[in-house]
């Protein structure tokens, strides 16, 4: 299994709705990220899980909330989010946080309304 | 000055055509050079990794790089309309952390039949 699953791969939700995205991997890849994408811009980066274990947050906002309960699985819990918050939300995996390339996810279209 | 610099396009060219797409970089001392293709609501996927100067060919596509002029390139060979897509560079900082992976901007390439 050479891919990187994530469900829903599409969401609208409202400013007030919890919701929450999900991403698995079974290619024994240590390292997992996500990323936001907003039209024709390149990923940006938001969390970096090595590990089970965050590593890196850029600075992202409180209302996004990762998680990784085991190596295969990442989610990523939202909440209050805003309208500017709506992008293609990627997620990755590596096989360590060394210089390789990342196998991405397909993505969540997500839309807040 | 951006750290990686893409030409955003959009580039249309015909059907057999060679395709060159390049990218520019400002720290000497990137080491990991790679190309993502992306199509339109879908996640990038990697295409090629190079780690040093010269050239590696996979199929119809060849990457180059050239560090003395920090100049990347792509080339595909005999495009088919199934190229049309962006396409990404990225590079791996000093330190070859996959975790900090620079994207430019990307290229939206169009094939026409």
């Known amino acids: 299994d050479t891919e990187v699953t994530q469900t829903p791969k599409h969401l609208v939700m409202g400013m007030t709705n919890k919701k929450s995205l999900k991403c698995e991997q079974h290619m024994g890849h240590r390292a997992m990220y996500w990323y936001k994408q907003k039209a024709k811009k390149p990923p940006e980066l938001m969390f970096v899980?090595?590990?089970?274990?965050?590593?890196i947050n850029e600075s992202v906002p409180s209302r996004f909330s990762p998680e990784c309960p085991n190596s295969s699985l990442l989610n990523l819990h939202l909440h209050a989010l805003q309208p500017e918050d709506s992008a293609l939300y990627l997620c990755?995996?590596?096989?360590?946080?060394?210089?390789?390339?990342?196998?991405f996810g397909s993505g969540t279209r997500l839309t807040v309304v | 000055q951006k750290e990686v610099e893409q030409d955003p396009g959009p580039l249309s060219v015909p059907e057999g055509a060679i395709v060159s797409l390049n990218c520019t970089y400002s720290?000497?001392?990137?080491?990991?050079f790679m190309w993502y293709r992306q199509y339109s609501r879908k996640g990038p996927e990697l295409l090629m990794y190079?780690?040093?100067?010269g050239n590696k060919e996979d199929g119809r596509f060849t990457a180059q790089v050239d560090k003395s002029s920090k100049y990347i390139s792509l080339f595909i060979r005999d495009s088919q309309p199934s190229d049309s897509a962006t396409y990404l560079c990225a590079m791996i900082p000093p330190r070859g952390s996959a975790s900090k992976i620079i994207f430019g901007s990307g290229t939206r390439l169009s094939i026409r039949p």
């Open positions: 720290n000497s001392a990137f080491q990991y």
């Open positions: 899980y090595s590990y089970e274990k965050l590593s």
């Open positions: 990755a995996s590596s096989q360590e946080t060394g210089p390789y390339g990342y196998t």
């Open positions: 190079t780690y040093s100067s």
